[in-house]
Each structure stands twice: as C-alpha cells, then as structure tokens.
C-alpha cells in the first residue's frame, strides 16, 4: 500500500473542505481525482504531502520521498533547468553526500532525457513554454526517486497535443517508478488516458469511486452531470449553494 | 442580545473603532510573533552551520556592491545638505573649528547609519520582500517544502546573514564619503580649509563611536533582511498580496530601525 488516507477532514474558517474522505492507492496505480473547482481536489494534494494538516482523519503513506508536480509547474524563477532539477541534490544534505557533482549533472540529464527536453540545462524558466515548464517539473520531482507521485492539474492550460504528452509521461513515470499516483484533473482525456481509478468529489465529499470505464458509462448521476458537462443534476456550483 | 439590538450595536462607531483597533494590534502581534518565530530558526541554522555558501556569496553581492552606488549618494547629498546649513553660519558665530567636529559626529553616530539604512530598506528590503511573496504566490516555496528542503534555511541564512555582513562595510564607506562631501560643502560655502575642517573632526570621534557605528550597521543590516523576508514569507493572495507584503516590509523596516536607533541612543550615549 503507498497512500491510504482514512476518514479526511479539513475546514477553512467555516466551511469544511474535505469532510469524511477515505481512499487507497496502491504502488503502480494511478488514482484521478475529479470535481468542480472549490471542491477540495488540491486540498488533499497538500494533506498528503504535508503542507497542511489535516483537523481529523489518517494520510498514512509508504516510506520513502514525496512528489509533486504543480499546477504552475513552480519552478524557481531564479536558477537553470539543472539546478532547478538538482534543487534536492544540492540543498539536502544527506543526498549532497551521496552524489558528486558529476554525478549530479548526469542524473539531469538523465532526467531531462525523459521527459524529452535534452539539452536545455542552462535555460531559465521564463525561456520555456507553459507544456516545457510543465516536464521540466516532471524531472526535478522524480529526480529523489519518489514512492508517491502527485498531479495538481498537470493539463491545466496546455493545448491538445501538450496535454497528450504530458499523460503519456505520466504513465511513462508510472510504469518506470512504480510509484503510486494521484492526479487532480478536470480533462477528461487526462482520466482515461492516465487514471486506474476514479473518485469524484462534492461538497467535500466522495459521490462516485470506480474505473474511467465505469465512470463515462454514467451510471452514477453526478458522473453523468460532469462527463456531459451539464447545469442540470445533483450538483450546484458553489455560488449557487 | 437579541438579533436586532445585536445587529444595531454592530453598525455603531464605539464598536467600528473597538473592533478596527483589535483587528489592526492582533496583526501586529502576529507579525511580530512570525518576526521572532523566523529569527529563531536563522538562529538555530546558523548554529548548527547550515549556509548555503554559495546563496551567501550571491546575497552577500547584492546586499552590499549593489546597494552601494545609492547608499554613497543618500549619504553623500545628507551631508552636502547638513553642511551646506551649517558650515556658514558656524564660521559666523566663530566657530569654524567645530564644523569638522559637527559633521563626523553627525555622519559616524546618525546619518551614515541611519540614512544607509533607509537606502537599504527602499533598495534591497523591497526587492527581498516582492522576491519571496512571489515565490510564496506561485507556489515556489510549497515546491521547497516538498522537496523537503528548509526554506528558512534556504531562503533567510543567507540574506540574513549578508544584511549582518555586508551592512558595517557599505556604512563605513558611506560616512568616509559623507564627511568628504561635508569637507567639501563647508569649503565652498563658508571657505573653511580642509586642514582646520578635518583637525577638528579627529576631536570628536572615539573608538567607541566606530564601533556602535558598525554594531548598529550590522544590527540594521540583519534587521532589515529578517523583516523584508518574513513579511515576503508571510504573503498571501496574488500581485495584490505581493504589494502588500513589500509595502508592510518596507514600513516595518523603517520603524523597526528608527526603534532600535533610539534603542541603541539610550544604551551608549545616555
């Protein structure tokens, strides 16, 4: 087991974000997580690496590093692709330890290689394009070799053919690292083409858990709302409410 | 209470004002609060050597070479202006062997300090600030946490560590500079000599004078950085937020600095 998060819940101010959500990933699994805007998605993105914690409930993941890939890539504006990449090499001591500097520049490279981009070590962020950006944060988050991987809307404002790259490395990224993943995503394209699994949220809560298949045959109707991308349904959107 | 007396008491000015005056001192004890939580864990990193080398040299650069050329000219135009006031009048009334005396004391133990310090503030302080309340706003220090890097460590060391190094340099230049340019002034405005000018600025300074003149540089320096930083650190929101951030910085700054400059005034010359 890689994630497993029991019984989530998380308030801001008065209203409660995340409110009972439990879930499983498994290592070499990829679980997409779906929902309006508002609807808590990225929330748990950051309760389970950390940068929030949550009122009540369990995040209980495997040993080893965390990943992940911003919605706005956040790259450092101020340093390179390769000391971008090799941010956690060279800031930790204990991983500053374990490589040389040669060593170093070859594992960026390396990484670059696998999302595609040779070469382009001495670039700074604001050379890159939007999808550039987005793989150059593909690397530097696989560069500890991560046991959890997570997708904060990693196709958010790419183009079609940007977008199909991005989900082919993410399943490139999974099926190399075996590392159990979670994506936040709105595009549908992005939840058959990367997803194993599928929970849908609302209000905080869990309305639909299945597969991308079970998902688009619209059984459910929350599911059935969001895939036709309708107004009418079960759910409201947060001004209405 | 019921709803509509509460409802009235609400819209009253007495609780407007109560309610504004709560609300504007619990910001300040928490920015006060993020301040000293900051400068603990510089502390605590410093102790345990934790510098990024490399971080410090770039900061180390900015903070002092680049702050350089407007610090020299606040300082400097101060000077001229003081002098100018001054020098005439004092040959005047005959004491023309004081100018000297006036204008080093005055440069050494305030302006050279305190002025670098404004320059400083509205120089490096702002861009320390809007830097870190951008990377805070594009998610830049989430990215630090989560590659599980320290970014006290990364981020406030170094330019900590710079403003506490670079700041005694930077003011020491800035005053030789101010007491030339004062030299300068009281010559072409009242025909004090040089000689006479600078005899009489050695009678005023002591050793200790330089050395409170440079604790409170590197005070300043320090000072300056941790507040710029956490303020940066502590932002929220878009560019809205980043304004505020360098705004607030740049204020807390400046009184945090006038605060101490008193501080430093009772402690060794009261």
Request: proline share 2%; glycine share 8%; aromatic share 8%.
């Amino acid at each position: 087991m890689s994630i497993e998060v029991k019984n989530l819940v998380k308030t801001f101010g008065d209203k409660r974000v995340i409110d009972g959500v439990s879930f499983k990933v498994n290592n070499g699994e990829t679980l997409a997580i779906v929902g309006f805007s508002g609807s808590g998605k990225s929330t748990i993105l950051k309760l389970i690496c950390g940068l929030t914690t949550p009122d009540s409930g369990e995040i209980i993941t495997s040993e080893g590093d965390i990943a992940m890939v911003f919605q706005y890539s956040a790259l450092f504006d101020s340093l390179n692709v390769a000391d971008n990449i090799a941010f956690a090499l060279h800031e930790r001591k204990e991983l500053r330890k374990k490589y040389t500097e040669k060593e170093i520049k070859n594992i960026v490279a390396e990484k670059l290689e696998l999302v595609g981009l040779k070469g382009i070590e001495n670039k700074f962020p604001s050379e890159l394009s939007g999808g550039m950006q987005k793989r150059v944060s593909f690397a530097r988050a696989i560069v500890t070799e991560p046991k959890t991987i997570l997708y904060d809307e990693p196709t958010a404002g790419l183009d079609p053919i940007s977008s199909t790259l991005i989900e082919d490395y993410i399943v490139r990224l999974k099926d190399e690292t075996h590392a159990a993943s979670v994506v936040v995503t709105h595009q549908m394209s992005t939840i058959t083409r990367t997803a194993n699994r599928v929970i849908m949220l609302y209000n905080g809560k869990v309305v639909f858990e299945g597969t991308p298949e079970e998902m688009l045959r619209q059984d459910n109707e929350y599911t059935k709302q969001f895939c036709m991308a309708s107004l009418e349904g079960p759910m409201r959107m947060i001004a209405e409410n | 209470m019921d709803y509509s007396l509460k409802k009235y008491y609400k819209q009253s000015a007495t609780y407007k004002i109560f309610s504004g005056i709560f609300t504007y001192s619990a910001a300040i004890i928490s920015t006060l609060g993020d301040i000293s939580l900051n400068a603990v864990e510089v502390a605590k990193c410093i102790l345990k050597g934790q510098i990024d080398r490399r971080e410090l040299i770039e900061q180390c650069n900015r903070f002092g070479i680049s702050s350089l050329p407007i610090t020299l000219s606040i300082v400097g135009m101060t000077s001229v202006i003081v002098a100018s006031q001054v020098a005439l009048e004092m040959v005047k009334q005959g004491g023309g062997n004081f100018v000297g005396l006036l204008m080093t004391m005055l440069i050494v133990r305030e302006v050279g300090v305190i002025m670098s310090g404004f320059a400083i503030i509205s120089m490096i302080g702002s861009s320390l600030a809007s830097e870190i309340a951008t990377m805070r706003v594009t998610e830049q220090i989430d990215a630090i946490k989560v590659l599980k890097v320290n970014p006290i460590r990364y981020l406030f060391v170094p330019r900590v560590l710079s403003g506490l190094i670079m700041m005694p340099p930077v003011v020491a230049i800035a005053a030789a500079v101010g007491v030339i340019a004062g030299a300068i002034t009281a010559n072409l405005t009242s025909g004090l000599g040089y000689l006479a000018f600078f005899d009489s600025a050695w009678l005023g300074i002591y050793m200790k004078d330089l050395s409170v003149c440079m604790l409170k540089a590197a005070t300043f320096g320090a000072v300056i950085a941790l507040i710029s930083c956490s303020c940066g650190y502590a932002a929220h929101g878009g560019a809205k937020g980043v304004g505020e951030a360098t705004t607030k910085a740049v204020v807390w700054s400046f009184v945090a600095i006038v605060i101490l400059d008193m501080f430093f005034a009772m402690v060794f010359f009261f």
